[in-house]
């Protein structure tokens, strides 16, 4: 009973004395230092390379919506220079232009007469 103990606890001390080997090794050492160096406190360090990232990310998606935005304004100002009608609907709608022979009434809500919910 007392081998088995033995060979059982001799193996593990083996391992033990590997790892000794390889923890206290200068090289091993230094390439953690490195390592942990890279990951935290340097200039191009992951944290901030994965904050860049997201900051890369939100400015793709600002892109994307710029883009859709300037396509619906595109297609609007050529339908509106193709289109004589349009031009009037959108100058007596926008910026209240009448022909000489009419009048424009402007209706103006008063909000205070308005009942509250």
Request: net charge positive.
């Amino acid at each position: 009973m007392a081998n088995k103990l033995i060979k059982d606890i001799q193996p593990k001390s083996e391992v033990v004395k590997m790892l000794q080997k390889y923890i206290i090794n200068r090289y091993f050492i230094t390439i953690c230092l490195f390592l942990v160096w890279m990951i935290f406190f340097d200039k191009t360090s992951f944290l901030v390379i994965n904050e860049l990232n997201g900051e890369i990310s939100k400015y793709q998606e600002q892109l994307q919506y710029y883009k859709t935005e300037y396509e619906k304004n595109d297609t609007f100002y050529k339908k509106l220079m193709n289109n004589k009608s349009e031009k009037e609907k959108y100058a007596r709608e926008n910026y209240f232009m009448k022909k000489p022979d009419e009048e424009i009434f402007i209706l103006v809500v008063d909000s205070t007469n308005i009942p509250k919910k």
